[in-house]
T-cell receptor, first 113, second 109 residues
Framework: DAGITQSPRHKVTETGTPVTLRCHQTENHRYMYWYRQDPGHGLRLIHYSYGVKDTDKGEVSDGYSVSRSKTEDFLLTLESATSSQTSVYFC????????????FGEGSWLTVV | DAKTTQPPSMDCAEGRAANLPCNHSTISGNEYVYWYRQIHSQGPQYIIHGLKNNETNEMASLIITEDRKSSTLILPHATLRDTAVYYCIVLYNFNKFYFGSGTKLNVKP
């Protein structure tokens, strides 16, 4: 599991409320990612980070923000949750070196009602 | 733009080899081909990756054509536990992994 921990694992929240998902890694990898997965869409990249305070957008970044103030933590925030953001969210890290490999966390199930 | 094309589903008999194809005709010279699988709602699991040469590990073999426009993942002796969605990914932009829709492999007894 490459030392990846996601929290919370399950959350139900109301429309319009802010939500923050946390991804924690124990191996000091530089690159971290947030994906969402929905039926019929596979995995889609939301945001990624290539170092402390260095982040960039993925293919479905609208409605999401991220922060990385420490190497080990990558936070995903939904400023005002909507029902369309009900999804499973996966955090991932990429190992360093040539032929880089991505390893995923176990997922965070978010339901917006 | 996932840059890969996979069949939506495949069947395989238990104990037989499962051969999963992937087309990546626009792959560039330095782009790796990666394979992952996802069982139920678990996080995707890394299987194997390669650049030009065929690769083998304890889970599978990866065969990449000489022109690198397609590849095949081979599970030599499929078991029921190999039933999953298999994703073929080209490392698009150094650090952006884009997943396509994958192939649902059904291993049948």
């Amino acid at each position: 599991d490459a030392g990846i921990t996601q929290s919370p694992r399950h959350k139900v929240t109301e429309t319009g409320t802010p939500v923050t998902l946390r991804c924690h890694q124990t191996e000091n990898h530089r690159y971290m990612y947030w994906y969402r997965q929905d039926p019929g869409h596979g995995l889609r990249l939301i945001h990624y980070s290539y170092g402390v305070k260095d982040t960039d957008k993925g293919e479905v970044s609208d409605g999401y923000s991220v922060s990385r103030s420490k190497t080990e933590d990558f936070l995903l925030t939904l400023e005002s949750a909507t029902s369309s953001q009900t999804s499973v969210y996966f955090c991932a890290i990429m190992t360093d070196g040539s032929g880089n490999t991505i390893y995923f966390g176990e997922g965070s199930w978010l339901t917006v009602v | 733009d996932a840059k890969t094309t996979q069949p939506p589903s495949m069947d395989c008999a238990e104990g037989r080899a499962a051969n999963l194809p992937c087309n990546h005709s626009t792959i560039s010279g330095n782009e790796y081909v990666y394979w992952y699988r996802q069982i139920h709602s678990q996080g995707p699991q890394y299987i194997i990756h390669g650049l030009k040469n065929n690769e083998t590990n304890e889970m599978a073999s990866l065969i990449i054509t000489e022109d690198r426009k397609s590849s095949t993942l081979i599970l030599p002796h499929a078991t029921l536990r190999d039933t999953a969605v298999y994703y073929c990914i080209v490392l698009y932009n150094f650090n952006k992994f884009y997943f396509g829709s994958g192939t649902k492999l059904n291993v049948k007894p």
